[in-house]
């Protein structure tokens, strides 16, 4: 069924829990090694299967020709078979496929294997604990390189940096505490010098979450006190203060012989209101452990690869993110990391404190929460704001909020 690369993004919204809780990091649900999907990536009817071979009579739920995608837990080999009774082509995997490409909808038998769990990509969980001083070391062995493209003239910041020039106020239209400029914007297109960023003492936003399936999101936000839009028949259009984009690392955590692993399996790329996932073996690495990532220019929007990325058509343009290598962002150099607890809309610092930015209490006048991250929408262009509103912050995006989902 679906397996279309780009994968929307919704946000959810959480009720903060009372602060008495003690958030809770691991999951009750237990499931099976193997999990097939109808639909990409990880959608639609699924059945989970334990070691043995099942013929198309066994694929009671997701049915015959059907299987769009699949997660493999560590230690387990998989045979998909175009045909019935094992034969055919066939197509072996040892880990998760967002998309099953090439074996799309084509599956009528498989088989499941038990096999070692370690590869070449596993790595030991240090002092065999999850505790801070491991999440933090492995926080950082998967952080990013970014490339800020060539000509980018609106870098990252840290929030401190932005927030000297940012009021937060009631936005009567949402009932929310927002941040707005405050300097007034006199028209869609006004720029403040401190839209520049400032990344030589920018840090990566770095937030560890556990899921179902024994995974770990390692979520790494950017923040840029302001995102460029397009130019459309020559006039700016999709400007906004605050930008939040993010690249996800998805790790699969396991034991052997008493020994915590993990390895990695997926990585995600956000850009903008949608993304993109893929394999670990999809995408270049530094030194092994850190996934490379390009900020679009202007919007930040952020790729696997270097280019021009259409990723939208309106009525009168195409819009396209324009990707190159020009100023790398080590991100693993400046790091604030937290842990994030899906299940009760919080978190907690790891190597930093947990700012009150972060917490979702919107309507709280004391709180110092923050909803959306720049200035009410102004004009329009083609039924597109030519100034967008503000984005909403981490606390609010899937990658964080759902317990399931890779972003």
Sequence with gaps: MKCKRIQSISLSASILLS??????????VDHLPVTVYKDAPYSGASQEFDVGSYNV???STVGNDAISSIRVAPGYKVTLYKDANFSGSTKVLTSDQLYLDDFNDVTSSLKIEKISPIDATSVQVPNNTYNDASKNTLLQMYAPRIWMAQGETYFPSSVEFAQPHLQRYLNSSSGNYEYKTVQPLSSPSTKLPFFAGDLANAPVYAF????????????????????????????????HVGDWERITVRLAKFTDNNNLYV?????????????????????TKVNGTHAVGYSALGSHGMWKDPGSHVYQNIVVAQL?????????????NNMKNYEYFPSQSTGRGLNTSWPEWLNKDYTNPNSGSVYRWGNPSQGSLFGQPLLDNGPTGPQEKTSLTDGTKLD
Excluded: M
């Design 320 to 332: 396209t993110d324009d990707c190159s290598a020009g100023t790398a962002w080590d991100t693993w």
């Design 208 to 239: 560890w979450v556990e899921k179902e399936y024994n995974n770990i999101d390692l979520v790494y936000f950017q923040f840029s006190p302001y995102n460029l839009g397009k130019v459309v028949v020559g006039s700016e259009f999709g400007n």
């Design 57 to 59: 009579g066994q694929l």
């Design 263 to 283: 390895k990695p399996v997926n990585v995600y790329y956000g850009a903008h209101s949608f993304g993109t996932g893929y394999r670990w073996d999809e995408v």
């Design 19 to 28: 602060a008495f809780l003690v958030p809770q990091s691991s999951f009750a």
